[in-house]
């Protein structure tokens, strides 16, 4: 292996390929890559210089994403390591460049000279210190030059969806889609990112603090892109916000369906007390129709936390050990019976009254209907929990059987 050794050279330096005394580096830059010739051996000569002025051993790591303009040719010659991956997408490039990363700092940045390398110093420092995992380079704690970024992406496009990220998560993060990031590679490989796209900027600020890494942020200077940008407003805003919604499934399912459950059962039991009419028993319908459906949401939200436990988007915590302990298929399996039975038993008791000469109640009839419907539905939900559950067999890349 070969490192690139900077340290003692000058303003604008060449870079000194020479053997590797340490199996790992100080510091990784990784940037992506898609058709930037006019930028990229710019990037990469500021990277060398900040890693000089840092005072530390790196390399400079480009991911070609599939560039046709030469842009890898002309990494190369500005002394950067380059890798391919034909598979297009910003994470993609991203996740590729962390598993080729070398240094026990790895850092983030786009090749559009957007973001100033040579300040490398000032993203690094708060790892370098001990009282980081993962720094944030803030654009807007820092300053925004004339024409780096769009009226609409700079007042509506990014403070709306940090603020949304922040309300979901319960964070402060001034700007959750800066693209100059430093973590330390332990830190790194806890967040074991996954996305393919421009979500990925959302799911570090996310996972960053799920798994309760130590955060920091410094303000960074962001300056005009070079080139076309290859960003697409309402797909790429669309994208981060989805990404968003289907990792809070509290705010997603679990809170409307507590309201619409409570709401559906007092409303019930307020038209119960109602003198028997067509409208008692379509005002009623409809309550138990919203009773259902709260209840619906609410295991879906437990679906929603399941599998994301499951599939590595969230650590275990206390909240999840009681779900996994308290919600499985035999107790929903004993809820299932009883709720069908307690619906039999209304349904069966309003037509046993009616035939001994009480008053037909069809809103009792509809109750009972419903809390039996209820009953299935919390059967059903019960078997699909636990498919979800279900531990099976991964074959890993040597050989070995790993329950998971």
């Known amino acids: 292996m ?46 060398f210089e900040g890693i000089r002025l840092a005072g530390v051993v790196g390399e400079v790591l480009v991911v070609d994403n599939g560039s046709w303009d030469g842009s890898a040719d002309i990494a190369r010659k500005a002394g950067a390591r380059v ?5 297009r997408g ?10 080729e ?51 609409s992406h700079r007042y509506i496009g990014n403070p709306v969806l940090t603020g949304v990220l922040n309300m979901l998560f319960g964070l402060k993060s001034s ?11 332990e830190a790194l ?65 679990v809170w409307p369906g507590f309201a619409l459950f409570g709401a559906g059962v007092a409303s019930e039991g307020l038209l119960l007390g109602l003198t028997d009419s067509d409208l008692g028993l379509r005002l009623s319908t409809l309550a138990l129709c919203i009773m259902l459906l709260g209840m619906q949401l609410l295991f879906m939200g437990l679906f929603a936390k399941t599998y994301a436990h499951r599939a590595g988007f969230e650590s275990e915590s206390s909240a999840s050990r009681f779900v996994e302990r308290k919600f499985t298929l035999e107790r929903g399996l004993a809820a299932s019976g009883l709720l069908g039975l307690v619906g039999a038993l209304i349904v069966l008791g309003t037509v046993v009254g009616g035939i001994g000469g009480w008053v037909l109640s069809e809103q ?17 939900c019960s078997f699909f929990l636990a498919i979800i559950r279900a531990p099976f067999e991964r074959v890993t890349t040597t050989g070995a059987i790993v329950l998971t």
Not at 6 to 25: D, V
Not at 90 to 99: K, L, V
Not at 118 to 136: C, E, F, R, S
Not at 216 to 245: C, M, N, Q
């Open 2 to 47: 070969t490192a690139v050794d900077i340290s003692e050279a000058g303003s604008q330096p060449e870079p000194r390929w020479q053997p590797s005394t340490k199996p790992e580096l100080d510091v990784s830059v990784v940037m992506p890559c898609l058709n930037e010739a006019e930028s990229v051996g710019i990037c990469v000569a500021k990277a």
């Open 83 to 87: 890798v391919e991956q034909p598979q």
């Open 90 to 99: 910003y994470g993609n490039a991203y996740r590729t460049g962390f598993a």
């Open 101 to 151: 990363a070398r240094g026990r700092i790895v850092v983030m940045g786009d090749s559009d000279d957007s973001y100033d390398f040579t300040k490398l110093a000032d993203l690094i420092g708060p790892i370098q210190a001990g009282g980081a995992d993962y720094v944030l380079g803030s654009r807007f704690r820092g300053e925004i030059q004339p024409g780096a970024m769009t009226w």
């Open 175 to 185: 700007d959750a889609h800066s693209g100059l990031r430093a973590f330390r590679r």
């Open 189 to 253: 490989e806890q967040m074991s990112l996954r996305s393919h796209g421009m979500e990925l900027a959302s799911e570090i600020v996310v996972k960053a603090a799920r798994s309760g890494l130590k955060v920091a942020e410094v303000p960074i200077v962001y300056h005009p892109r070079t080139g076309d940008s290859k960003l697409s407003t309402f797909r790429d805003g669309w994208r981060h916000l989805r990404f968003l919604l289907l990792l809070s499934p509290l705010h997603v399912f």
């Open 364 to 380: 009792l009839l509809a109750l009972g209907a419903g809390v039996m419907v209820l009953g299935a539905q919390c059967a059903f």
